[in-house]
């Protein structure tokens, strides 16, 4: 097993980790000189950045990441039902609600980080957590785990468009991606209703591959992220890992478990 040595990270992606923006939205604000690294503005997004020792401020306020001295107050990774029309991220700039605004109050202090994103009007399985580490591995490309989606889509579902997906499809935007496996779950009157399991994490694949496709996406639920699932979560709905499902979850992704402390 890897153990986890502290990084160094672009401050883009610290920004992005922190939930203070996407990470484009990171760079944006990087060249609009609002962002200062140990009193110092930044004005390039390849500046790297010790969570653990340096000062990040955005228009003047601190913004944090898990492995920064102190860190949380516990060890905490959470898994929420994301329902639709709720964004992923720590704040929006127009407003809408987010993952961190529908948590119960006694998580709401913690410095709890989402492990990747779920788009606005996708549900479904997402991580929170305060654990720096497996965070980073969690986001890694090397160690994504596979992720299964149940998505029910209006058009023609045929043999042949089934085949490209498995067979690894070209987007139109020139991304190459990898084979996707995929079967019908059922058919409803209002549709049919996939299950795909995706190795990648491109920003809205799904989505993209369907339109490709010639198929509309009328709801996406994700189901699986490695040994986890969704279970009987309510949109909406949170709860945190056992120890032994957090343990699950570091082996999976290369890192040493947790012992557990004793009273």
Excluded at 139 to 154: E, Q, S
Aim: glycine letters at 10%; hydrophobic letters at 35%.
């Amino acid at each position: 097993m890897e153990t986890e040595k502290s990084p160094l990270l672009r401050i883009n992606k610290y920004l992005s980790e922190c939930g203070a923006a996407s990470r484009r939205g990171a760079d944006e604000l990087i060249l609009a000189g609002r962002v200062t690294l140990n009193g110092v503005a930044v004005n390039e997004p390849g500046v790297r950045v010790d969570p653990r020792t340096d000062t990040v401020l955005v228009d003047g306020k601190p913004v944090t990441h898990p492995l920064a001295s102190g860190g949380g107050t516990r060890d905490l990774t959470l898994l929420l039902h994301k329902p639709v029309q709720v964004v992923t991220t720590r704040s929006d700039p127009q407003g809408r609600q987010t993952v961190f605004d529908i948590l119960p109050a006694e998580y709401r202090k913690e410095r709890l980080l989402h492990v990747g994103r779920l788009d606005y009007f996708s549900e479904g399985l997402l991580l929170l957590t305060t654990d720096g580490s497996l965070m980073n591995r969690l986001i890694h490309p090397r160690w994504h785990l596979p992720k299964v989606y149940h998505v029910l889509v209006r058009g023609s579902v045929t043999e042949i468009k089934l085949g490209i997906m498995r067979d690894g499809m070209t987007l139109k935007e020139g991304e190459k991606l990898a084979p996707v496996q995929v079967d019908i779950l059922r058919k409803d009157p209002g549709g049919i209703w996939l299950e795909m399991t995706l190795l990648q994490g491109l920003n809205r694949q799904i989505r993209r591959m369907c339109r490709d496709l010639g198929l509309t996406v009328l709801k996406l639920v994700r189901v699986k992220q490695g040994p986890l699932g969704l279970g009987n979560l309510n949109p909406g709905q949170c709860r945190p890992l056992t120890s032994e499902e957090v343990n699950g979850l570091r082996r999976a992704v290369g890192l040493e478990v947790q012992k557990k402390r004793k009273a």
